[in-house]
């Protein structure tokens, strides 16, 4: 039957949408590695403890270029994951490394905090703040009253 009606042949729409499908995987994997790669800033969270039911202290170390705004972004959230504190921290240039701490204002005793992200000369591209509706978010930095 197969010699007889041409059966034997495989499809060429198959191995056309199998290439076309590589293709723009490949494509894919080239456009998030070069975005991944762009951000000259290096961040990463060193320490945070929990002052008291208002408030945070968070340590942040930003490795920067000299020149540009660096931009940080963090949140705090209980135990639920829902957002109790969350900051965008503008860092001024500067050559090199710096640790800084920031005392990040929350709603009520925290359980986690966390370092979104850091860009420069603009904010990170980070989910925003996830506060229940009706929640306003606390002014930041917490300051004693």
């Known amino acids: 039957m197969r010699e007889r009606y041409g059966m034997d042949r495989r499809p060429i729409g198959r191995w056309i949408t199998v290439a076309v499908l590589a293709v723009a995987f490949a494509?894919?994997?080239?456009?998030?590695?070069?975005?991944?790669?762009?951000?000259?800033?290096?961040?990463?969270?060193?320490?945070?403890?929990?002052?008291?039911?208002?408030?945070?202290?968070?340590?942040?170390?930003?490795?920067?270029?000299?020149?540009?705004?660096?931009t940080c972004v963090i949140r705090a959230q209980d135990r639920n994951h829902i957002d109790l504190g969350y900051a965008v921290v503008p860092i001024p240039p500067g050559e090199g490394g710096i640790l800084l701490d920031y005392p990040l204002a929350t709603l009520t005793e925290a359980y986690a905090v966390e370092l979104l992200g850091c860009a420069v000369d603009a904010e990170p591209g980070v989910s925003p703040p996830q506060f229940p509706p009706g929640v306003v978010p606390p002014a930041q930095p917490w300051t004693a009253a």
């Open 27 to 70: 494509g894919t994997l080239v456009f998030v590695g070069t975005n991944v790669l762009q951000n000259p800033v290096e961040f990463r969270l060193v320490a945070w403890e929990v002052q008291g039911p208002d408030h945070v202290d968070v340590q942040i170390s930003v490795d920067r270029p000299a020149e540009g705004d660096v």
